[in-house]
């Protein structure tokens, strides 16, 4: 019997524990998740509740009844650090020790590399983010607005989002004001591609949504934004996503890198450690973080760790790093991107009404239907 512990159970953590029992139910492979939060979040309808669109309740639920009852252990605690010597994973409660890991951590959100980000900005990256820039908006009365992300952050879409539903708020309460939108890439949304960026620049022009890049952040005041090469943005609404970096508690698996992000190989094993597994925003892959790419990783990962512990010849499995998102526009009308990030082989770019529809069944089906979390459909199934 192997101990199989996992990491974390974001869109990660729990895709690759789903995964994992279905692929092991005949076995006694022990399973064991370990995770801070006991509420898993869907994180891309954030936007929709710092809008007033959703509320929390609709767009989260309870782990411990859903492990209890696909039969896998869940135990809400706090990891500080992990131990590969000893192959324990300490956390506050003790260690639980494991033979296989998978490290599925998410990102780190790094305040304190941009002062006064943590006092005067806002983000949509948890409920609480979510909630305190509903409160400011709610209190808004208008005047220069900044929106964007900060250097290091490797999810851009939900940025997007925020500029354009600010835009409709704006003009629905009637406030006088003007959006800023700064981001540190070369070109907007540069990873989806030529024609994902010449149509969101057209859109950001007609919205008149105003795009500063590649610029970086370097202070954040009261009522203006600072970026390293001195610009000032003057700023009433300052809504930044802060630079990401890996959890402090896998520093120690990171060798040196400078994020603390841990390295794979494509069947996301870590370059590493052989009994340990990486998926989710905690790897070092480059571009874009996604529940997207978290969920593909998490495929892999739980397919060729299966294959490990049942000591199965069978064909292991290779990771294919491609990006796949829907920017609700507003208005009803959405943007479909799907591209591959380390061949040509695949750009899908769509728009229309369709986008915003899948994008909401998508997160209806996530949190309040068995598809996903008792059937275990896998991402790599769902075809758009
Ligand atoms: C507003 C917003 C909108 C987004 N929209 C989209 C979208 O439309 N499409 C898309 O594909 N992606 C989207 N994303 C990105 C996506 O949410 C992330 O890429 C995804 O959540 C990463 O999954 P993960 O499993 O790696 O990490 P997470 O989902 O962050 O999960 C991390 C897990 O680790 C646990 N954890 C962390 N540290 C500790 C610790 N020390 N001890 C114990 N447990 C710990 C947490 O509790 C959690 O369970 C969006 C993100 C945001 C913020």
Not at 129 to 141: K, Y
Not at 334 to 345: A, E, I, M, P
Request: charged fraction near 20%; charge should be positive; glycine fraction near 8%.
């Amino acid at each position: 019997m192997a101990r199989i512990v996992i990491a974390g159970s974001g869109f990660g953590g729990l895709t690759a524990a789903l995964q994992l029992k279905k692929r092991l139910k005949n076995s006694n492979h022990r399973i064991t998740v370990l995770a801070k939060d006991n509420q898993f979040v869907y994180r891309p309808s954030l936007v929709l509740v710092a809008f007033g669109k959703k509320s929390p309740k609709s767009i989260t639920f309870n782990l411990e009844t859903l492990y209890a009852k696909s039969g896998i252990e869940f135990l809400p605690t706090t990891i500080e650090s992990f131990d590969v010597e000893a192959k324990a994973v300490n956390t506050k409660t003790g260690p639980v020790f494991y033979d296989k890991l998978i490290v599925a951590l998410g990102e780190k959100l790094q305040y304190e590399e941009i002062p006064g980000l943590r006092e005067y900005g806002y983000n949509v990256c948890s409920i609480e983010g979510a909630l305190a820039l509903r409160s400011a908006l709610e209190h808004f009365d208008g005047g220069p607005i900044v929106v964007g992300w900060s250097q290091f952050v490797q999810t851009g879409g939900p940025a997007f989002e925020v500029a354009l539903e600010l835009e409709e708020w704006l003009k629905r309460h009637d406030l006088p004001g003007s959006i800023q939108f700064i981001d540190p890439l070369p070109k907007l949304w540069a990873p989806a591609g030529p024609e994902a960026t010449e149509f969101l620049t057209a859109l950001f022009a007609e919205r008149k949504i105003s795009r500063m890049g590649p610029v970086q952040v370097k202070e954040v005041k009261a009522d203006r934004v600072i970026l390293k090469d001195g610009t000032e943005l003057p700023s009433k609404l300052t809504i930044l996503t802060p630079p990401f970096r890996g959890e402090d508690a896998q520093s120690s698996l990171a060798n040196g890198h400078s994020r603390d992000w841990l390295e794979t190989g494509k069947d996301m094993r870590s370059v590493h450690y052989p009994d340990i597994y990486v998926v989710g925003s905690a790897v070092a892959f480059e571009g874009p973080k996604q529940a997207h790419t978290a969920m593909l990783q998490a495929e892999t990962a739980a397919h060729n760790l299966s294959l490990e512990v049942n000591q199965s010849s069978a064909p292991r499995k290779e990771y294919d790093h491609e990006m796949s998102c829907v920017l609700d526009l507003g208005n009803g009308q959405g943007l479909f991107v799907r591209r591959s990030l380390w061949n040509d082989q695949h750009q899908v770019v769509r728009t229309g009404r369709r986008w915003p529809m899948a994008k909401s069944a998508l997160a209806y089906s996530f949190v309040h239907t068995p598809i996903f979390k008792k059937w275990g459909v896998p991402m790599s199934k769902i075809n758009p």
